[in-house]
């Protein structure tokens, strides 16, 4: 069964340094996502991607953050200059069409 | 955001037995309505979606049932087994617009379902 994938599964980082996020979508699939759920929250929207632009972003998605897919492939979620409060699960999903969404493992990204 | 809440934390319930989750929305276009299972340090995994055109939907031992009046969804699992011991989340998403999907999915807060053998 076709699976969305993430790496790294774990990253620590220090308060200010750049950090990217990786997903390979599920193949032939055209709308990407990212979430997030810091823990003991709710999971929680932050950008949808579709034909190589943002469709929609939340106000979570700020300066610091960026999405691209540079290679047609993979999918990516940067954060410029972390935060301690960017400490979080984050949510790779991607859908052929949107009553089916799948998430990937995440990543946890913990900034110290 | 309040605008999809599970109200029960937790659910305990015997093997064989049925389990029902339930979640209320408040903002009524919400479009689809998704439930999904999630384990500890994994991904939620998608078990079964509802159009809001519906008012049920079936798969194998999982039933969503929509009543858009009352803004209230409920999973129903039957039978359950200890396996389906896991966090369910009811999420929804807004209608897209011009042909593409807005899937911005807005999850509740989640309930853990405990199966007891």
């Known amino acids: 069964e076709p699976e969305v994938t993430q790496t790294p599964s774990h990253q620590v980082t220090q308060m200010g340094q750049e950090v990217i996020l990786r997903c390979v979508p599920i193949s032939n699939h055209l709308y990407f996502y990212w979430y997030r759920q810091i823990l003991g929250q709710k999971v929680e929207f932050l950008v949808s991607?579709?034909?190589?632009?943002?469709?929609?972003k939340s106000e979570i998605f700020d300066d610091q953050f960026s999405v691209e897919r540079p290679d047609g492939s993979n999918f990516t979620l940067k954060i410029r200059s972390t935060k301690l409060e960017d400490s979080a699960m984050y949510f790779c999903?991607?859908?052929?069409?949107?009553?089916?969404?799948?998430f990937g493992p995440g990543t946890r990204l913990l900034v110290l | 955001d309040q605008q999809v809440k599970q109200n029960s934390p937790s659910l305990s319930v015997q093997e064989g037995r049925i389990s029902i989750l339930n979640c209320d929305y408040t903002?009524?276009?919400?479009?689809?309505f998704l439930w999904y299972k999630k384990y500890p340090a994994e991904g939620p995994t998608f078990l079964i979606s509802?159009?809001?055109?519906?008012d049920k939907n079936e798969d194998g031992r999982f039933t969503v049932f929509l009543n858009k009046s009352a803004k209230h969804l409920s999973l129903h699992i039957v039978p359950s087994q200890p396996g389906d011991s896991a966090v369910y989340f009811c999420?929804?998403?807004?209608?897209?617009?011009?042909?593409?999907?807005?899937?911005?999915?807005?999850f509740g807060q989640g309930t853990i379902l405990t199966v007891h053998p």
């Open positions: 991607f579709y034909n190589n632009e943002i469709s929609e």
């Open positions: 999903a991607t859908d052929g069409k949107k009553e089916t969404q799948y």
């Open positions: 903002n009524s276009m919400f479009d689809y």
């Open positions: 999420a929804a998403s807004p209608p897209g617009a011009g042909g593409t999907s807005y899937g911005k999915l807005t």
């Open positions: 509802i159009s809001s055109i519906k």
